[in-house]
C-alpha cells in the first residue's frame, strides 16, 4: 500500500546531510543517473531567497518574477540521461507560494522536465500519521528524504540506501503520479487565470488537516 511505503521513509536508516553537502552529492550522483528519477512535493510553501523569481513574487512584484522566470534556463539542471518525474501535491486555491511554482513548473515541463499535480484529498487517506514525506528518488538505491526547516527553508536531505523501502516509494510514487494531470495542462485550467499572488499571504507548512 502507498501509505505504508511512505510510513516506512521516517522508520528507515538514513544519514542526514546539511543542504551545501545534499546538492554537491545529488548532482554527482544525477549526473551519471539514467532511467527515471522521481521527485515528491508536498508541502504549499518552501523559502527560497536564493531564487530571483521567488523574491520578487513575495516583495509584491509579480510582473518582475514572471520576467526573471522568463530568463531561467530549465533544461541545464536536468539530468543529462535520466528523465526527471515530478509529482506536486496541490492545495487548491493554491498559496501564493504555490501559485508561483505551478508556473514555474509549467515552464519547466515546456522544457523538458515531466511534471504533474495531483490535488491533496488523493493522498489524504495516506497521511493518517503524517503528511507525506519530500523525496528525491535517483535509483533503486539510493533516495533522499529532502529537509526543511519550519518557514520551509531547505537544510538538506537525508540520504536512504534500504533497497526494500526506495522501491516501495517509488512504487507508491509512480502509482500517484499515474493518476495526476500534466503540469501545463493543470496550469492553464486552474491557475493561469488567477490575480497576482498576495505577498505575504503564506500558509503553514505543510497542507495539511
Excluded at 521513509?9 to 553537502?21: F, H
Excluded at 509549467?106 to 487517506?125: D, F, I, K, N
Aim: net charge negative.
Amino acid at each position: 500500500m502507498p501509505g505504508e511505503a511512505f510510513d516506512h521513509v521516517r522508520q528507515a536508516a538514513g544519514e542526514v546531510l546539511p543542504a551545501a553537502e545534499y546538492r554537491t552529492e545529488l548532482y554527482d550522483h544525477l549526473r551519471g543517473t539514467e532511467g527515471v528519477v522521481w521527485k515528491l512535493e508536498r508541502a504549499q510553501h518552501f523559502h527560497e531567497p536564493d531564487t530571483p523569481s521567488w523574491v520578487a513574487m513575495t516583495s509584491g512584484d509579480w510582473d518582475r518574477s514572471l520576467a526573471l522566470m522568463d530568463e531561467m534556463r530549465f533544461a541545464d539542471d536536468l539530468p543529462p540521461r535520466a528523465e526527471l518525474r515530478r509529482l506536486r501535491i496541490v492545495e487548491m486555491p493554491p498559496t501564493p507560494y504555490l501559485q508561483w511554482e505551478i508556473v514555474l513548473l509549467a515552464a519547466r515541463t515546456r522544457a523538458g522536465e515531466r511534471a504533474r499535480a495531483l490535488h491533496a484529498r488523493s493522498v489524504r487517506p495516506l497521511e493518517s500519521r503524517a503528511p507525506l514525506p519530500e523525496l528525491l528518488i535517483v535509483n533503486h538505491g539510493l533516495m533522499y528524504e529532502v529537509l526543511y526547516d519550519e518557514i520551509g527553508a531547505h537544510v538538506g536531505g537525508r540520504r536512504i540506501t534500504d533497497t526494500r523501502v526506495i522501491e516501495g516509494c517509488a512504487r507508491a510514487v509512480a502509482e500517484l503520479y499515474a493518476r495526476a494531470e500534466d503540469m501545463v495542462a493543470f496550469h492553464d485550467r486552474e491557475v493561469a487565470h488567477l490575480p497576482p499572488p498576495v505577498a505575504g499571504r503564506v500558509l503553514s507548512r505543510p497542507g495539511h488537516p
